[in-house]
């Protein structure tokens, strides 16, 4: 049957369109804001970005370049300097070598990974995504009439393996998204597993989507590790999607890249020439100081997310019934909340709703992750409304 819709003003929403879920990481921050504006006291654990505001050294470069008059459109791959920038950067960090034709700037990582499903899937072709996934994967899939097949990972506490990859893949598969540190679960693929997981993907030549939003948010002992490290041979298929969004807290100025072998990009650069252009000019000259400024400010703003997380996984794990494996990565937790759940709350869903409810606190449901009985709680807020929001959670426990 027929996804389409006809609302009362006749408009008629297109199949494609009528079958996507509205984000719930979006929606859960839409939320907040309204509750803000409404005046409610509200404790927001939802934030998928940074609380902190974009280093000076970056706000200042994006002046002078609208000074200078870099107004204008830029070539759809990027500014050279933008280009240049990003090729430098991985040659220097994670010694890889990248060409021009193969680097392209973008609007925001989520922009890169449209770009990159879109001009690889065919109608019908399979999609590996690990569980629990970012909300937009399955969606993009499904943009392009991919078929989304989704890898349980709980067995290993969320962490992929090449052996869970080897199994699930079939004659349809044609590419994997993969996503470490992972936003929602925080877990980080040890990077000789993510090795052998490229190994099994070279072998039966399938790409990957190499999600790298949250490449420099690791804690130790966990490192930084980079798809782009790892020997040619094993990065054919693959594209690598980067953002600016979380590291430098650039989440509205939409600028992230890609890079992938010639062919893919140029691919890619057709489907964003036809649809955004170029990302914009003047967060793109920001970039470019983002990259090569001084990197103070992403170590400090890292030093103070290592604090709360240490926080706040020992204060939720004190709570009855909840358990929280400890993430590696990115700025979230994601605790089981089924040993929680009791008379009218089922479901995390019926969870999140309680907190939002008797308690005014934002969080973000599991199911919207592919990962029901959890609850996501971002610590990219302070250290007071964390503790704050905790002090919530736990009073909703106690009552239920
Ligand atoms: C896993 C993941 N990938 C990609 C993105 C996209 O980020 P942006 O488009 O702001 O670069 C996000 C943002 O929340 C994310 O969490």
């Known amino acids: 049957m027929s996804a389409t819709k006809f609302s009362s003003s006749g408009f008629q929403v297109s199949e494609n369109v009528a079958a996507m879920k509205v984000s719930s990481t979006l929606t859960a921050m839409q939320t907040a804001e309204a509750m803000r504006a409404a005046g409610v006291d509200v404790v927001d654990l939802g934030a998928g970005e940074p609380d902190f505001d974009t280093p000076q050294n970056i706000k200042d470069a994006a002046l002078a370049a609208m000074q200078a008059g870099k107004t204008k459109y830029t070539p759809t791959a990027g500014t050279r300097e933008l280009q240049k920038s990003i090729i430098e950067m ?41 569980k629990p996934y970012w909300v ?88 930084v590790f980079s798809a782009a490290s790892l020997r040619p041979e094993l990065r054919k298929r693959l594209c690598i999607a980067g953002s600016f969004s979380k590291t430098y807290a650039m989440t509205g100025w939409r600028v992230g890249y890609a890079l992938a072998n010639a062919d893919w990009t140029k691919a890619m650069l057709k489907v964003q ?72 709350v089922r479901t995390s869903a019926q969870f999140a709703n309680e907190l939002l409810d008797k308690e005014q606190t934002v969080v973000t449901d599991g199911g919207g992750f592919g990962a029901d009985g959890f609850i996501r709680i971002s610590y990219a807020t302070s250290l007071d409304r964390l503790q704050e929001g905790v002090k919530r959670i736990k009073r909703v426990v106690e009552r239920m």
């Open 90 to 130: 991985y040659r220097r960090d994670f010694s890889a070598i990248y060409e021009r034709n193969q680097v392209m700037a973008t609007s925001g990582g989520k922009q890169a990974i449209f770009n990159a499903v879109v001009s690889l899937i065919n109608p019908g072709d399979e999609v590996l995504i690990p």
């Open 136 to 223: 937009s994967f399955p969606e993009m899939v499904a943009f392009a009439r991919g078929r989304s097949s989704f890898i349980e990972t709980e067995e290993n506490g969320f962490v992929l393996t090449a052996k869970m990859v080897r199994r699930s893949i079939t004659p349809k598969t044609k590419l994997i998204i993969l996503n470490s540190p992972s936003n929602p679960s925080g877990r980080v693929i040890p990077p000789a597993e993510f090795k052998e997981i490229m190994e099994v993907l070279a072998e039966k030549e399938i790409y990957a989507v190499s999600d790298e939003c949250y490449l420099r948010f690791v804690y130790p002992p966990a490192t």
């Open 273 to 344: 020439g036809h649809s955004t252009s170029n990302a914009t000019s003047i967060s793109q000259a920001a970039a470019v100081e983002a990259l090569n400024g001084s990197q103070e400010s992403v170590a400090s703003m890292l030093a103070e997310y290592a604090q709360r997380r240490e926080w706040l996984l020992k204060a939720l794990n004190e709570i009855p019934g909840l358990r929280c494996d400890r993430p590696e990565g990115a700025f979230y937790a994601f605790p089981d909340v089924r040993g929680c759940l009791k008379g009218n």
